[in-house]
């Protein structure tokens, strides 16, 4: 592992959205209904401090996470980080981020959602202290 970045974790702003979705592609994210500038621009409108993004000394984005708080449980969303940016510390400093905002706002319970192809996403998870949640399916409706 490569020595860890001294990082910047900030709120997303509307200025961002674009570079935020460029940030996805480039990082091979399936696109979801949602992964557009106007979803972006929506979760922004409905909490503006849901949207973490990592940035290392030089300024440049190279990592997010979503951050939501539904009231009854905390939940991550698009933990990306920059393929040239990984193993250095971005993922952690946004997920102990997230659980801190989380905290602040009362959530007890924290869920971490990933698509199932990505080995070292559930490890990095696990690394943190989450474990999968045997017997629970997710059903989407788009």
């Known amino acids: 592992m490569e020595a860890e970045e001294s990082w910047q974790i900030r709120t997303a702003a509307a ?16 696109a979801g209904a949602t992964d557009t500038k106007r979803g972006l621009e929506r979760l922004l409108d409905r909490d503006r401090e849901s949207l973490l993004l990592a940035t290392p000394a030089e300024g440049a984005i190279v990592g997010t996470l979503i951050v939501a708080w539904d009231g009854w449980r905390g939940s991550f ?9 990984r193993r250095r510390g971005a993922a952690t400093a946004l997920v102990r981020a997230g659980e801190r905002r989380l905290a ?3 959530a007890v319970r924290l869920t971490a959602l990933l698509t199932s192809d990505g080995p070292a996403a559930a490890s990095l998870w696990e690394s943190l202290g989450y474990r999968s949640q045997p017997g629970v399916s997710r059903f989407v409706k788009e």
């Open 77 to 85: 969303y698009r933990l990306v980080v920059a393929p040239g940016w």
């Open 15 to 30: 200025v961002d959205l674009e570079t935020v979705l460029e940030l996805w592609r480039e990082a091979g994210v399936p």
């Open 104 to 106: 602040e706002l009362g």
